[in-house]
């Protein structure tokens, strides 16, 4: 991988980790386009290190509270019915799909997951979900002719199922083109939570996942298997950009709908499939290790 490749990588990454348009697809798609070797998944998940660092400087004051409460209430049973304490419990609860499902599906996530017919049905499909929860959200949220406002859930009302859908909604993002925000922020609407409530467990919830991810591939990296300088380049650059994008995400979602990212998942999955149909992109573009 060249240094220019990983610049790019490192800047989609960061565009695309914490937006509901996946960016697993998109560094797949990046390198597929340019013809460069697909980067890989532990290329992927050692840069997310990068992205996942971004979460914990700007939510480092609601990380540091729930992460003080939930060690305090492992010794104090009058803490256990704090809020922040048992953020920290359902954080963990809603971790354990991925990690059992990372696990088990290692080999087709690293091979038959990355094929490009599967990444434009994902996104599609996840892109229609999304359009849907998003709709229902909003219809809530305005009332509508001849309906009251439905008042949605904060996080306060989040309990250990509603935690447990959390997690197997971001499990779904191992096949690339789901989106771990797309998943997870679509279950919460569905689930009846506020687009900020959804989106803030989202990036909460990505945490444990995420680095245990990039500290497991980081022994591909030792092995050869993914170029060292680059890797660490691309990290960077995806932490500076990621750290941007988390603020005018949380700023967006404020005031504005999911809808423009439905509309570009949708538009893209299919552009995926012409291109494909037409024989212009093979399935397997760059597949072969680089």
């Given at each position: ?51 996942e660092a971004a ?204 809808m423009p990212f ?29």
């Amino acid at each position: 991988m060249s240094w220019f490749e990983s610049f790019v990588l490192g800047l989609v990454q960061g565009l695309t980790e914490f937006l509901p348009i996946s960016s697993s697809a998109h560094l797949r798609l990046t390198a597929a386009f340019a013809g460069w070797h697909d980067p890989g998944a532990a290329f992927t998940a050692i840069t997310q290190i990068g992205t996942e660092a971004a979460v914990l400087i700007y939510f480092r004051k609601d990380i540091a509270r729930i992460v003080s409460a939930w060690f305090r209430s492992l010794t104090n049973s009058s803490m256990r019915s704090d809020h922040d304490a048992q953020m920290g419990w359902l954080v963990i609860i809603g971790s354990i799909p991925i990690g059992v499902l990372g696990v088990t599906f290692k080999d087709q996530i690293e091979g038959p997951f990355r094929d490009l017919r599967l990444i434009a049905t994902t996104l599609i499909v996840l892109g229609i979900i999304l359009g849907i929860a998003d709709r229902l959200a909003a219809r809530d949220e305005t009332g509508g002719k001849h309906r009251a406002i439905k008042e949605r859930k904060s996080l306060k009302e989040l309990g250990v199922r509603d935690g447990l859908i959390f997690g197997f909604c971001q499990a779904m993002a191992l096949v690339p083109g789901v989106s771990r925000s797309g998943a997870t922020i679509s279950g919460g609407l569905l689930m009846g939570y506020t687009r900020e409530a959804a989106a803030r467990y989202s990036f909460l919830l990505a945490i444990p996942a995420v680095l245990a991810s990039g500290v497991f591939e980081l022994k591909d990296a030792g092995e050869g298997h993914v170029s060292w300088g680059p890797t660490i380049f691309a990290t960077i650059i995806a932490f500076a950009v990621g750290y941007a994008v988390i603020a005018w995400f949380m700023k967006f979602i404020t005031t504005k709908s999911f809808m423009p990212f439905v509309i570009y998942r949708v538009l893209l999955g299919i552009l995926l499939f012409v291109l494909i149909g037409m024989g212009v992109l093979s399935p397997h573009a760059g597949e072969s290790a680089g």
